[in-house]
């Protein structure tokens, strides 16, 4: 059974860095594609930043520069690390895995819970 908790999330004034992390159970976090998303209050949900078995990222471009995605295998973990934090960046944010390693391929066959992040002006 595969299993994705989110943690790490919380409040930080504008500017603000905060880390995030998604630790896997049942799953092998950096053998397939994982990911971060994001759903704002009346919003729909949005992709913010992917990693696949062989490391290559891609990152939403509201996030570019920003925000670095990346795992740690001995502790089968997501991690997302944010920096300059904006207001609009207030979400909750949810890890994601697929069953393949390109992400370019499948779907998103399993989701944490979610972490929220707020960003204060």
């Known amino acids: 059974q595969v299993q994705l908790v989110e943690s790490g999330g919380g409040s930080v004034q504008a500017g603000g860095s905060l880390s995030i992390s998604c630790a896997a159970s049942?799953?092998?976090?950096?053998?397939?594609?994982v990911g971060w998303f994001r759903q704002a209050t009346g919003k729909e949900r949005e992709g913010v930043a992917t990693?696949?078995?062989?490391?290559?990222?891609n990152y939403a471009d509201s996030v570019k520069g920003r925000f670095t995605i990346s795992t740690d295998n001995a502790k089968n973990t997501l991690y997302l690390q944010m920096n300059n934090l904006k207001p609009e960046d207030t979400a909750m944010y949810y890890c994601?895995?697929?069953?393949?390693?390109?992400?370019?391929?499948?779907?998103?066959?399993?989701w944490g819970q979610g972490t929220q992040v707020t960003v204060s002006s």
């Open positions: 049942g799953y092998t976090i950096t053998s397939y594609c």
């Open positions: 994601a895995a697929k069953g393949v390693w390109l992400c370019s391929l499948g779907s998103w066959d399993y």
């Open positions: 990693i696949s078995r062989y490391g290559n990222t």
